[in-house]
């Protein structure tokens, strides 16, 4: 041990209380910079993952992110003519040549992608009736793109494969209508087209309006029944990284030439109000370590001021101003690294406690454990932060002991 290091831990070690008082403020800045980060991570990360669990990353759509460019504007852009209110032909909507560009949207790595055909219909049964979002979709793809097979309390989507006229419905819906599995309803699409389908599958989400609002046929089936033949209208894809979605779905827009929204873009509007959550967040735990970093400063303070004729009579020996700024220095990083430590270790008690910790939402059926994030990036966060506080805190009185004027002090003492 150096002898300033030895000079330094002298002068925490004589003064107890004080060295205690700043000692806690560092570890329970720490501890609770650590139990409140995890929870609102944790929370943050639950949400993103329910979010991207239950929505596509990517959607391609049969339309077009930019309205396209009349012909005639393309042939005469300078034309002293202008045609307004031309209606366009009437063509049956859907992806163009979706067998190939599903081909290529499969040929990239490190994603699954499904065909679907999604559309309004209108469900009737004993005489009730109620707009509903049909999908179409193949059971086997649509296991690797969705969980809404894992949502399932009755039922399977390999059934649609089995039944060709089977549906599969929310459990919002079956409540409300008075349905259970095998019941026979109506269902009528905008083209005229109707088909008695027979209830093989019932969901629960957990989402009210999804639960009530969608249903699930095989794809030839909803191709049949909205008079598009071999058409589909959505690929859903899922990704092996989820925020990589952004730039997959520019890939994709690009060579496709279709819409492409990936999950960020849809909620972009919640992931800004994550990250000003988590700025709030942030600033409001760390201002818990500025405070305890005001305890470190006060009681290096006191030192300094007690110890000048010291501090003089090290200078008159020969120490150097930096080797004195580095005595009180020392004593902040001390007490930043013992502070740091004990912090961590009471804060992971505190995010054990918080993890077993069980609560019914309102309006919930099951209890829930609050969501914490164990990741190690906030440990070094809340350990690095205290310890830049602490030295932050030594470095004024540190500065100002190595500014002493060993002469004038000794000629004060004579």
Same mark, same amino acid.
């Given at each position: ?23 806690i403020g ?46 005639a ?46 559309s ?20 086997a ?39 259970s ?5 109506? $269902? ?72 492409? $929204? ?5 909620s972009?509007?919640?992931?800004? $109000? #994550? ?15 500025? $405070? ?19 501090i ?11 080797d004195?700024?580095?005595?009180? #220095? ?12 004990l ?13 077993g ?34 030295v ?12 002493v ?10």
């Amino acid at each position: 041990m150096s002898i300033q290091l030895g000079i330094a831990v002298t002068h925490l070690v004589n003064r107890k209380r004080p060295t205690l008082v700043s000692l806690i403020g560092i570890v329970l800045g720490v501890a609770f910079f650590l139990a409140v980060s995890s929870l609102m991570r944790g929370s943050e990360r639950d949400f993103i993952k329910r979010l991207i669990d239950n929505s596509p990353h990517i959607t391609v759509s049969d339309e077009y992110r930019n309205p396209q460019v009349q012909p005639a504007v393309l042939r005469w852009p300078e034309g002293a003519v202008e045609v307004r209110r031309v209606k366009p032909l009437h063509e049956v909507r859907g992806i163009r040549g979706h067998a190939q560009k599903l081909t290529f949207i499969e040929s990239l790595p490190g994603l699954r992608a499904a065909p679907t055909l999604v559309s309004a219909v209108v469900l009737t049964f004993a005489g009730r009736t109620q707009g509903v979002t049909i999908t179409g979709a193949i059971p086997a793809k649509m296991k690797q793109v969705s969980t809404i097979e894992e949502k399932l309390i009755e039922g399977s989507l390999d059934a649609l494969a089995a039944n060709s006229n089977g549906i599969i419905i929310g459990v919002g819906l079956a409540k409300k209508f008075g349905l259970s599995m095998g019941s026979v309803l109506n $269902v009528a699409a905008t083209t005229g087209e109707g088909r008695a389908l027979k209830i093989v599958g019932i969901f629960r989400t957990g989402n009210a309006s999804y639960d009530e609002a969608q249903t699930f046929v095989s794809l030839k089936r909803a191709q049949s029944l909205l008079d598009r033949p071999n058409r589909v209208n959505r690929f859903i894809i899922q990704l092996d990284d989820p925020y990589s979605a952004r730039g997959v779905a520019a890939l994709i827009e690009a060579r496709t030439g279709y819409k492409s $929204v990936s999950w960020l873009e849809a909620s972009e509007d919640l992931m800004s $109000v #994550l990250f000003v959550r988590n700025m709030i967040m942030y600033s409001v735990v760390s201002a818990i370590l500025v $405070v305890a970093a005001f305890g470190i400063y006060n009681t290096i303070s006191t030192i300094v001021m007690e110890k000048t004729h010291d501090i003089a009579i090290l200078k008159s020996m020969g120490f150097h101003a930096r080797d004195i700024r580095w005595i009180f #220095l020392a004593e902040g990083v001390l007490l930043g690294l013992i502070g740091s430590l004990l912090g961590l270790l009471l804060g992971t008690g505190l995010m054990r406690l918080l993890a077993g910790v069980k609560l019914k939402p309102p309006g919930a059926s099951e209890l829930v454990h609050l969501p914490i994030y164990w990741g190690y990036e906030q440990f070094l966060l809340a350990a690095g932060f205290a310890l830049v506080s602490a030295v932050g805190a030594a470095y004024l009185p540190a500065h100002k002991a190595g500014r002493v004027q060993p002469v004038t002090i000794l000629r004060g003492m004579g």
